[in-house]
T-cell receptor
């Protein structure tokens, strides 16, 4: 069964304190791993797609990496505006249906 | 442009009302989706349209009726809802038939059933 597990559920950081969010996955025939950011009451905002082990993508203070079993979202020197829930999702053999993890809620205080 | 729009932003309806949610995208995507999201939970897939045809229905109750009038528009017709149907309803779109499966989401409609 395809499955996505994110950890930790919640993470509190001080401004400037770098850390990583984890996304472990089990999927038949990975067709893509996706990171989204979601602010309360709003739709998920697309961040990154990773397709194969070893791939890395960067955007501002965020860097996503992928291995054969997990992905990390590294946050370097976070700011309060980075506070949000970060969702990880995978597309498996079926393609169109994304399988979401439960998300990590990040709080960054100044 | 990676924008998906949804209307209305908020909707309050009684259990006997009929209402509709609307979604629009102009990215040339041929797959469109409806998701339901409860507080502190991930989005839960309801329906998938591919080339304007319903391809996935995740055993959603018949009080939710999707419609895809053309490649840019997606509607969700609501009738005789229950209070437990109160949630954030999200629309998304993506390409079909390529190696790119990322979905772009709209801002959502916050639905409250009284």
């Amino acid at each position: 069964e395809d499955q996505v597990t994110q950890s930790p559920e919640a993470l509190r950081l001080q401004e400037g304190e770098s850390s990583s969010l984890n996304c472990s996955y089990t999927v038949s025939g990975l067709r893509g791993l996706f990171w989204y950011r979601q602010d309360p009451g709003k739709g998920p905002e697309f961040l990154f797609t990773l397709y194969s082990a070893g791939e890395e993508k960067e955007k501002e203070r965020l860097k996503a990496t992928l291995t054969k079993k997990e992905s990390f979202l590294h946050i370097t020197a976070p700011k309060p505006e980075d506070s949000a829930t970060y969702l990880c999702a995978v597309a498996g053999q079926a393609g169109t249906a994304l399988i979401f993890g439960k998300g990590t809620t990040l709080s960054v205080s100044s | 442009d990676t924008e998906v729009t949804q209307t209305p932003k908020h909707l309050v309806m009684g259990m006997t009302n009929k209402k509709s949610l609307k979604c629009e995208q102009h990215m040339g995507h041929r797959a469109m989706y409806w998701y339901k999201q409860k507080a502190k939970k991930p989005p839960e897939l309801m329906f998938v349209y591919s080339y304007e045809k319903l391809s996935i229905n995740e055993s959603v109750p018949s009080r939710f009726s999707p419609e895809c009038p053309n490649s840019s528009l997606l509607n969700l017709h609501l009738h005789a809802l229950q209070p437990e149907d109160s949630a954030l309803y999200l629309c998304a779109s993506s390409q079909v038939g390529s190696n790119s499966y990322e979905q772009y989401f709209g801002p959502g409609t916050r639905l409250t059933v009284t």
